[in-house]
C-alpha cells in the first residue's frame, strides 16, 4: 500500500471526543476514528516537535535534556522509515509549510534517506500568512496535487503548523473568546476542517484505495484545559490508522495497548511482513504479547504509565509528584529506560 503520515502539531486527546475530550471540536478525526484503527492509550514521548518526528519516523525515544536531531553523527546510525520503504521500491516525500532547516529537522530528513523535501519556499506569499510559514490547507492541497502525479507505491508525510502558539486560523473561528484555550480550539478545529476538505480530494484520487493514512500528534499540549505538562493527561495523544488499504477486521477497532509514537514503526512494519529489527525501542501494539507501558519526559519529569497505576517522578524533587499511589517497580523501570536510553545516545 501507499503509506501517508499525517503529524498533527500539538493535537493533544483532550480535543478529540473519541478519546475523552472535548466534543465538537475536532469532529472529522472523531469520524475517521469510527472507520478507522484507533490506539486510545498512546502518548508522547518528548514535549517537542523535533523529539516528536524522531520517535515517529525511526522509532527513537525523547530524551528530557537534548534531542537527538541535533547530532548528525548519531542522527546517522538510526534507523528510518523512509530508508525501510524506500528499499522495498517507496517513492518518498515530506511535506512543511514552515522553514524545513528550523530544529535541525531538515539535516535529520536528509540523513533519514528522504527524496523529496517541500517547505516555505514552495508557497507564495498570500499563502504565508502565518507567523510558521504556510497554513495547513495550503499545505495538505499541495501535497495532493503532488501526489496524483507520483509513482507507487509512495510513502509521504505531512507535518503540519497551524495548531501552534501565536494560535491563529485565517478564516472564521469556530468558538468565541480571545482567551488562550479558546484560540487553541479554533486552531485545532481548523485543521480539522482541512483534514475533512483534504480527505474528501484525497478519495477522487485513483490511489487512495491503495492507501493506508497514519495519523498521529507530534507531542501533547497543555491546553485547552490547562493541564499540567509534567503528568501523563497533557502527553495523551491520537494515533489512527485509516484508510481502505486498511484490514477490514481493524475498521472501527479500538486498541487499548499503552504505547508511545516510537512503537509506531514496529507496528507498521510488521503489519507490512518487514522486519523491524533495528527499532529496539519500538514495540508492536498490535501483538498481545508486548508490554502495556509508555515513557514521557520532560526537563525535569521522568513519566511512566502502566494498566496499573502512573507516575511523574521529579529529578528536582527525587519523588512521584503525580499525587497518586504506584508501585516501586514502575519507578524502576522508568530509571532503567531512562539510563539505558543514554547509555544508547552515548554509544
Given amino acids: 500500500p501507499n503509506i501517508v503520515f499525517l503529524i498533527l502539531e500539538s493535537h493533544t486527546a483532550d480535543v478529540i471526543a473519541s478519546l475523552g475530550g472535548e466534543k465538537g471540536v475536532c469532529p472529522t478525526l472523531d469520524s475517521l476514528a469510527s472507520a478507522g484503527l484507533l490506539f486510545t492509550q498512546i502518548y508522547g514521548s518528548g514535549m517537542r516537535t523535533d523529539q516528536g518526528l524522531v520517535s515517529i519516523l525511526s522509532g527513537f525515544p525523547a530524551q528530557p535534556d537534548q534531542s537527538i536531531i541535533k547530532y548528525t553523527s548519531k542522527v546517522s546510525k538510526l534507523p528510518s522509515l523512509y530508508k525501510d520503504l524506500t528499499a522495498k521500491g517507496y517513492q518518498s516525500s515530506f511535506y512543511y509549510g514552515g522553514e524545513i532547516e528550523f ?18 519556499d514552495d508557497y507564495s506569499t498570500e499563502q504565508l500568512n502565518s507567523k510558521w510559514g504556510a497554513h495547513d490547507e495550503y499545505v495538505l492541497s499541495k501535497q495532493l496535487r503532488d501526489l496524483s ?51 474528501q480530494n484525497a478519495a477522487k484520487q485513483s490511489w487512495y484505495n491503495n492507501t493506508l493514512f497514519v495519523l498521529v500528534a507530534d507531542h501533547g499540549h497543555r491546553l485547552p484545559q490547562n493541564n499540567d505538562m509534567n503528568l501523563a493527561k497533557a502527553k495523551h495523544i491520537p494515533l489512527l490508522f485509516f484508510g481502505n488499504a486498511l484490514n477490514s477486521a481493524f475498521k472501527g477497532y ?17 503489519q507490512l511482513n518487514l522486519t523491524s529489527d533495528r527499532y529496539v525501542w519500538s514495540k508492536n501494539l498490535l501483538n498481545p504479547g508486548t508490554n502495556d507501558f509508555a515513557y514521557y519526559s520532560n526537563e525535569t519529569v ?17 519523588k512521584n509528584i503525580a499525587n497518586n499511589s504506584y508501585s516501586k517497580i514502575n519507578e524502576l523501570n522508568a530509571k532503567a529506560y531512562l539510563q539505558q536510553l543514554y547509555a544508547t545516545f552515548n554509544n
Fill in 103 to 120: 530544529a535541525n529537522i531538515g539535516a535529520y530528513l536528509r540523513q533519514a534517506g528522504i527524496e523529496k523535501i517541500s517547505d516555505i
Fill in 149 to 199: 502525479h507520483e509513482q507507487q507505491p509512495f510513502f509521504s508525510v505531512v507535518l503540519t503548523l497551524t495548531n501552534h502558539e501565536p494560535f491563529e486560523v485565517p478564516n472564521q473561528p469556530k468558538f468565541e473568546g480571545k482567551d488562550e484555550a479558546s484560540c487553541f480550539r479554533n486552531t485545532a478545529a481548523y485543521t480539522d476542517k482541512c483534514l475533512k476538505n483534504y480527505f
Fill in 254 to 270: 479500538r486498541c487499548s495497548k499503552i504505547g508511545n509514537q516510537n512503537d509506531i514503526a514496529a507496528t507498521l512494519l510488521s
Fill in 302 to 318: 521522568l513519566g511512566w504509565i502502566s494498566k496499573s497505576d502512573s507516575i511523574a517522578y521529579s529529578y528536582v524533587e527525587k
